[in-house]
DNA sequence: CAATGGCGTAGTGTCGGACGCTAGGGGAGG
DNA sequence: CCTCCCCTAGCGTCCGACACTACGCCATTG
C-alpha cells in the first residue's frame, strides 16, 4: 500500500494526516504504543527521514509522545500545550485588551459559579491555602502575579468543565499578566483584589453560587476599570513568549 | 555558531525553539522571508533532513508556511487552524454536551451583544441573507446545520472580538454538530431556531444589544432542552474529525 | 532463589549525499 | 516594451551510515 503523493500533497503531509485520521477515528486510542519510524516507514511506503517529518507535526499537535525515548505512543493533547499555542496566536494577532477583558468578564464568573455548586471540601480547603498564601504575598508583584493566575486556574479546574478550563486558559493569562502594567497606575488594586478573591472563596464555601458569581465579576471589572486608569484600555497584549505554565524547570 | 544538543535537547527541538522565540521576540515578523532551508541548515548547524523536522513543527504551529513551494515566511496562525487542534483536543478528550453548552450559553448571548453594538449596515444585510437562507432551507439538515455555524460564526465576526472568535469557534461547531443527534428527537426545533435567529437579526438592526443578547441566550438554553429530549445530557461530543472548516474535499 | 550487574541489540537522533521535479527569473525573440 | 522559452535554484524525497543509549537478556553472586 504505497501512498504515492497526489499533485500538492506532501508525503510527509500525508502520512500525518493519515495517522490524525486513525486516532480521530479510534483505530488508535490513547496510550497505544505506534511501531518504530523503520516500520512506519515502510507501512507508509516513505523513508524514515519523510516519516519523522510527519511525526514532529503529531508531536506538535500534541496527538503523539514519547513518554520515553523509545517508545512512542499515542496521546490526547495536553491542556498546556493548546494553552500555549493560542496564546501565542493571540499575543502575534495583536489582540487587545479589551477583547481578552470582554470575553474574561464571562469566562471568570462562571468558573466560580461552577466552583460554588461542585466544589469538594478539600479544594475548596485547597483555594483558601492558595488565597491566604496571596495575602501574605502583598506588596511582592511577580509572586502576586502568579498566585492570581493560580487562583483563577484553579477555580475553573474544581468546576470541572474542560472545555472553559481550555478557552479560558491563554485568555486569563494574557490578561491578567497586563496586570503588571496596571498595578503601578492603581496601589489600591492589591487590596481590592484580595478583597474580591476572600469574597470568592467565603462563597463558594458557602455554596453561594450567585454571590461567588458577583464577586468574581465584580472582580474583573475592576480589572478593566485599572486598565482603564493605566490607559491601556485598547492596548495590545505583549509578552508574547513565556505562555507556557510555571512548568517544570527544564533546561 | 554551532547547535550542539545539550542532554535531552534535540537539534530539531532547538532550532524550532529558537526561531519561535525569533518570532514572538519580534527579530522576525509576519510576512518576513526566510532563507532557503540550505542555508538555514548551516545557520544553525544542522542537515536539511533535521532542519525539516523543525520546520514541519513551527508549521504545525502556523507560525510559518509557504505561500508559494519556493517561498517561506512566517506568519500569524490562521483562526482555522486553532479551530481544528482545539477542537481535536476536545473530542478526544471526550467533552461532554453539558461541558460545551455551559460555554456556549456565554459566548453566543456575548456575540450577539457586541455584534448588536458594532455591526455596520452591510453585515447586517449579510446575517439577514444568510437568515433568508435558512428559512428556505428548512427540512434540510444537513444544509441546516452548516447555514447554522455559519450564521454564528459570522454574528462573533461581526463584533470584532477576535479573543471571542478563537475560543468559540471550536466549542459552538463541536456543539451546533451535537444538532444532528437532537432534531431526530425534538421536530419543532426547526421552527425555534429559525424564530430565535429572526429575532437577533432584529435585535441587531434595531442596535438593542439586550435584545440580542436575550434571544441568544434563549436560543442556546433550547439546544439544551434538545439535548434533554434526546437524552444527550452527558453524553460525549462524538464525530471528532472534521472540525476543519468546509475544506476542499481532498483525499 | 532473588537480586544485582554486565552485555548486546534494537531503535532513535543526526549526518551527508543524491536525484527528480517545478516555480520563477532571465535572456532571446517578436 | 512585451511575450515566450529555457535554466537553474531550491524543495520533496530517498538512501545509507553512524553514534549513542534505553532496555531486555543472561550470568554471576549473596
Redesign the interface.
Known sequence: MIARAQSG?YA?HHVAEEI??Q???GDLK?GDQLPGEAELGTRFGVTR?TL???L??L?????VHRPSPRRLEVS??QADL?TS??G??????K?TF???W??TM??EP?AAR?AAERAAMAEIESLQGLHAELVAAEGDMARTLDLDEQFHTRLADIGG????G???EP?ALLLFRGFARIAPHAPQFFRRQIEAHSHIVAAIRDRDANRAEKWARKHIEDFWRGAQIAGLEDAIARN??ALSPPAAAM?
Open positions: 500533497v510527509y490524525t485520521a486516532i480521530l477515528r490513547p527521514s519523522r517529518e510527519a514532529r507535526q508531536e506538535s499537535d500534541g496527538l490526547v493533547p493548546l499555542r493560542a501565542r496566536a493571540m499575543a502575534l494577532m489582540v479589551r477583547e481578552l470582554e470575553v464571562l469566562t462562571l461552577i468543565n474542560r472545555v472553559l481550555l478557552a479560558r485568555i508574547p513568549g533546561d
